[in-house]
């Protein structure tokens, strides 16, 4: 069983490139050409020289003590929240601006939900000086403020999605307009390991860099680079497979994506796909998704942004399929509760899609020896004013 992409762009029964006829060259000219350019000597050295001097990596493997006494388990956080711009998306923009300008494309454009990937890609346009474009749902523009003045900040041009729930799968589907409308100078950094085939395999090879030094880190702190579990949120589901990665083919490491379960998974205000959802089609692949018995996609909830989303990953459905990966779903309030936890017994405010991540831990149980990794993905920063409303604070 291979839990990777195949030649012809599946993991199993997902991903492919269901893509309408313009969009083919673009797509098309990305396919033939990212492996090529991803392995070339000076494209690696570049990457990762910008991921060391700029981004600031290897992000920090934190053993998180009263946590870890709490829950009675060894537990790590990966401190992607420590990187530049507060976030994972970072990884994935360095790599993919560096494909661009090798593809010779003068302007780039973004979808966001939470604004990190917007914000991320807003950032490494302006350290290449090209344009940019981030499409973001009106009502993530109103709950994201401090994201979007970044963006403006760094030079982008931040254009609202007005239809549909006015969020993330909103905006990207104005993206996708545009680049139907510009194929020739224009790249699409989609953030996370949705669309079509390469960009779900293309993403995760970006953020495969977290789990790449997970390893190296455990080693020098346990004496083995296997942990007993792995947990990260999943909206689409970057940093999860980031994560992941350099563990899915060591089935002694179990692992655990948490998504958003909304006000409950039966209350009609949810975004917990795997729970909710039935193959289709989404965005570029075939995936799962949430949607009505005549296929019309259904509209997520989350309190989080970035997880506030109809659907996940080709690579994350196969996981899910095939029993290799367990899915979960934390509800708004779980979350809020855990990133107030952490705060409050480790000094560090989450991002409220990782707090779901962290939430989880809740529902385990541990004997005390267990070594446990979570992906504290992004910097709670952006989300003081949900946190602030929901606590009186």
Known sequence: MSYFVNEKGYYGDFGGAYIPE??????????QNYLKIIEDESFQKEFHQLLKDYVGRPSPLYLAKRLSKKYNANIFLKREDLNHTGAHKINNTIGQILL?????????????GAGQHGVATATVCALRGLEC?????EVDIKRQAPNVARMKMLGAKVVPAT?????????????????????????????????????????????????????KQLIEQTGN???????????GGSNAMGMFYHF??????????????????????????????????????????????DGQVVEPHSVSAGLDYPG???????????????????????????????TQMEGIIPAIESA??????????FTGKENVVVCLSGRGDKDMDTYMKYFNL
């Open 22 to 31: 313009m969009l083919y060259p673009n797509v098309e000219e990305l396919r």
């Open 100 to 112: 661009a300008e090798r593809l010779g494309k003068k302007r780039i454009i973004a979808e966001t």
């Open 133 to 137: 474009v981030v499409y973001m749902g």
């Open 163 to 215: 239809s549909g729930s006015k969020t993330l799968k909103d905006a990207t589907n104005e993206a996708m307009r545009d680049w139907i409308n510009n194929p020739v100078d224009t790249h699409y950094i989609i953030g996370s390991v949705v669309g079509p085939h390469p960009y779900p395999d293309m993403v995760a090879i970006f953020q495969s860099i977290i789990s790449e030094e997970t390893k």
């Open 225 to 235: 680079d296997q942990p007993d579990y792995v947990l990260a949120c999943v909206g």
């Open 248 to 293: 899915i083919e060591d089935e002694k490491v179990k692992l655990i994506a948490v998504e958003a379960g909304g006000k409950g998974i039966d209350s009609g205000f949810s975004a917990a796909t795997t729970a909710l959802g039935k193959e289709g089609v989404l965005h570029g692949s075939r995936s799962i998704l949430m949607q009505t018995p």
């Open 312 to 342: 996940i990953g080709p690579q994350h459905a196969h996981l899910f399929k095939t029993g290799r990966g367990l899915y979960v779903s934390i509800t708004d309030d779980e979350s809020l509760q855990a990133g107030l936890l952490l």
């Open 356 to 365: 779901h991540a962290l939430a989880y831990l809740e529902k385990m149980t």
